[in-house]
């Protein structure tokens, strides 16, 4: 009786196991949290992809430099810019500017990190966690020596990246995040994370170059950094798990040969 009722609880279990492990909860020491004039925004950002612009962006909101700064620019089905100091195009924090990291490398151990959606002759696209990227072709892939893939931020709608000048290495502490997809940004602008909460707080801002009323990024904070109380309570679907590959069989079925990266956002709950 008791090998029976032994055996009901494990089958029992094992579908809650299996949906347990499609989701994690993400690294407090990467999750900025941007309370704004509209509401909240959270950005998982991505260090693997470009270390230099995480580590600036965290420095900065530590420093408190982006507290009550005004989304200066704001264009609709395009971006929401912020984050100069001046609260226009050109300002720029007391740090020195940073190096363009337009591209990055998957290596063999953050390969395993990746799940890929597409898979073209030309370049394959996918996730790294929340933010969506995209690859050179598994034939160039089979051809690198040294394991070492060539890859990049994809544009979609919630993607952050880094604001700059005409000079590629002028990236300082402007900030700005994707309304809706533009994936001729790639390899142009770095890219630092994705939002996975508050999409709608970023496409309710206010309009303009520069806006008439302008929204501002009230308070902006580490997750690592709050009370543990105050921190955010996210879960984000893993690209390996069934609810997220649930959602991509849905999205190809109704998009067809249309179906893009960006028609896929992460679930969140």
Known sequence: MKMRL????????????????????????????????????????????????????????????????????????????????????????RHPDLPPEFTFRLTPELKEEVVFVTQASDARTGFLRALPIAAVSAG???????????????YCPGVFGMGRQADPGTANSEIFVMLDAARRLDRDYTPFGRLVQGMEVARALALGEPPQAPDSMVRVRLAADLPEAERPKLEIADPAGEVFQARLAALRAEKGADFTVCDLEIPVR
């Open 6 to 93: 032994a055996a009901a609880l494990c089958a029992a279990l094992l579908p809650l196991a299996a949906q347990a492990a499609d989701w994690r909860t993400p690294d407090p020491e990467t999750l900025l949290v941007i309370d704004t004039s509209r509401g909240r925004m959270v950005v998982e950002m991505a260090p693997e992809v470009a270390p230099q612009a995480v580590e600036r962006v965290k420095l900065l909101a530590r420093e408190g430099v982006y507290d009550g700064l005004l989304f200066h620019r704001v264009i609709e089905g395009f971006v929401a810019q912020t984050g100069n100091p001046n609260n226009r195009d050109g300002g720029t924090s």
């Open 140 to 154: 160039e892939e089979a051809r690198a020596r040294n394991g070492r893939v060539l890859a990049w931020g994809a």
